[in-house]
């Protein structure tokens, strides 16, 4: 009878122990971003400094912003701040046309990525943030720099991952292209 007690209470341990194994997992999930140069993890991490926004996109891969900006025109001014300030237009354009780099919007222009992602994955906000955040190989021609400020080889003082994210929205704002917004599902 002993014998069998110890092995109920040794059972009830050992479930208890997986139960918060997979607590702690919870936790932990993290949108495991990778570098669009080269696949290898990009060294992003939640910081004190982080708005709420950052933090849940670097737990879940999902950025808030873009569906609050597709919903309410007074919040995404601060996406075209973002975009506008940090000098993103001097290639893409003012209103995300496409200068010297491909358009941002997707309707047209003489440039063969003109009309789509030079990235098939800049169609999900991860990969557009990986992009940005960790710069690009040049399949368009040219590349993008490193923007993100925990990386090295950043552009100037680098952006947080709060103002990629804001720029990033207001991309999807102004999509004009083909096909369905998949961004907003
Ligand atoms: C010096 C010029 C330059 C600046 C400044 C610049 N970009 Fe780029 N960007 C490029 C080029 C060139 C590409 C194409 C990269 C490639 O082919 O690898 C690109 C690609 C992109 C893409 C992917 C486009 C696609 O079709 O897949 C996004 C999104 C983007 N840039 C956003 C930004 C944002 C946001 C900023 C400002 C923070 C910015 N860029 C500033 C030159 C620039």
């Known amino acids: 009878m002993f014998g069998n007690k110890a092995l109920k209470s040794t059972l009830l341990v050992s479930v208890l122990a997986l139960a918060g194994l997979t607590l702690s997992f919870q ?3 993290a949108c495991n971003l990778v570098s669009t140069v080269d696949g290898k993890p990009l060294a992003i991490k939640a910081v004190d400094t982080d708005t709420p926004e950052a933090k849940q996109f670097l737990e879940t891969c999902v950025n808030p912003y873009t569906k609050l900006y597709a919903a309410d025109a007074e919040a995404a001014k601060k996406g075209k701040r973002e ?3 940090n000098n993103c237009t001097g290639c893409h354009g003012g209103k995300l046309e496409g200068v010297m780099a491909p358009s941002l919007r997707k309707d047209g222009g003489t440039g063969a990525f003109d009309t789509k992602w030079v990235y098939a994955k800049n169609a999900t906000d991860k990969g557009m943030f990986e ?3 960790g710069g690009t190989p040049g399949a368009s021609g040219g590349t993008m720099f490193i923007w993100h400020n925990q990386l090295p080889g950043k552009t100037g003082d680098g952006l947080s991952t709060d103002q990629i994210l804001k720029a990033i929205a207001y991309i ?4 004009k292209g083909d096909g369905e917004k998949t961004w907003l599902k």
């Open 27 to 29: 936790a932990n999930a």
């Open 83 to 85: 975009y506008n300030y």
């Open 131 to 133: 992009s940005i955040a």
């Open 172 to 175: 999807r704002l102004n999509y």
